[in-house]
C-alpha cells in the first residue's frame, strides 16, 4: 500500500515535468512556411507635377519532407498627370499609365541530399509597355549550393526549358527552346542587415532575357525590415523604338511570416 502510495507521488510530480516536455518538443517541430512575406512600397508626388507609383511583392515558402514548393507574385504600376494645350487654347490634364507590370513564378524542388536538388520553375509576365509584352517559360534543372559559409550563402540552379513570347508592335506569337540558369546570393553584413542577390537568366534562339534583383534590408524587429531595391532587366531582342535594359529603384517595407 505504502508503494502505491509513493509511485502516485512520484507520478503528479512528474506529470508538470512532462507536460512542460511535451510542450518544449512541439514548439521545436519546425513550421513548413520559411522565408514568407510580403514586401510593399508606394510614392506620390503633388503640386506642379502629379505621378503615383506602387510596387509589392509576396514570397511563399513550403516545405513538406523531400519537396520545397514556391510562389512568387511581383506587381508594379505608375501613372502621371500631365497639361495638355488644346488647338483652341484651352488646357486640360490628362493621367496616363507610365508602367504596368506583373509576374507569377512557382518552384518546386526534390531534395537530393543536403543543398542538392532537382527543380521545376515556371513563369509568367505580363508588361504593357515592353517588346514582349506577354512571356512564359517552364525549366527543369538541377541546383546546387556553391559556397555555404557563415555569412555567405551562394546557390546555383541551371538547366533547359521552353519559352512562349508575344510581340506587341507585330502580334506575333514564338515558342522556342531555352537554358535557363539562376542564381542566389545572400551576405549577412551585420546581426540585422543583410545583402540579397538574384540573377535570373533565360536564353533562347531569338532573346536572351536577364533580370538581376540586388536588395539590402534592416530589420526592425523579428517580422518587419526595411528594403532598398534596385532591379535591371534586359532583353537581347527588341524593337528599334525601345531601350534594351529597364531599371527598377524601390524602398520597401517588408514583413516576413516565420
Known amino acids: ?13 512528474l506529470s508538470p515535468l512532462a507536460s512542460a516536455q511535451d510542450a518544449n518538443q512541439i514548439a521545436a517541430i519546425a513550421s513548413p512556411w520559411s522565408g514568407s512575406g510580403g514586401e510593399l512600397g508606394f510614392a506620390s508626388a503633388s503640386g506642379n507635377s502629379t505621378s503615383e507609383t506602387f510596387n509589392g511583392k509576396l514570397r511563399l515558402r513550403y516545405a513538406e519532407g523531400d519537396w520545397i514548393h514556391s510562389m512568387d507574385l511581383f506587381g508594379l504600376r505608375s501613372s502621371a498627370e ?7 487654347g484651352s488646357v486640360d490634364f490628362v493621367r496616363q499609365t507610365t508602367a504596368y507590370r506583373y509576374s507569377a513564378a512557382a518552384a518546386s524542388g526534390l531534395q537530393l541530399g543536403e543543398h542538392r536538388q532537382l527543380t521545376a520553375n515556371a513563369r509568367y509576365e505580363r508588361d504593357d509597355f515592353a517588346t514582349y509584352d506577354r512571356q512564359g517559360s517552364f525549366a527543369l534543372g538541377y541546383g546546387t549550393r556553391l ?47 543583410a545583402l540579397v542577390n538574384n540573377l535570373l537568366v533565360e536564353s533562347g534562339s531569338y532573346n536572351t532575357f536577364a533580370q538581376n534583383d540586388l536588395g539590402l534590408s534592416v530589420s526592425m524587429s523579428d517580422r518587419l525590415a526595411l528594403k532598398a531595391g534596385w532591379q535591371a532587366r534586359h532583353n537581347s531582342d527588341v524593337a528599334v523604338d525601345k531601350r534594351k535594359t529597364d531599371t527598377l529603384t524601390t524602398v520597401n517595407l517588408v514583413y516576413t511570416y516565420k
Do not use: F, W
Open 147 to 193: 559556397i555555404d559559409a557563415e555569412k555567405v550563402v551562394l546557390d546555383a540552379q541551371l538547366g533547359p526549358g521552353v519559352r512562349r513570347t508575344h510581340e506587341a508592335d507585330t502580334d506575333e506569337t514564338r515558342t522556342g527552346l531555352i537554358g535557363r540558369g539562376q542564381l542566389d546570393l545572400r551576405y549577412q553584413l551585420t546581426d540585422n542587415t
Open 82 to 88: 500631365y497639361k495638355r494645350t488644346q488647338d483652341d
Open 1 to 13: 500500500m505504502k508503494y502505491r502510495y509513493v509511485i502516485s507521488l512520484l507520478c503528479l510530480a
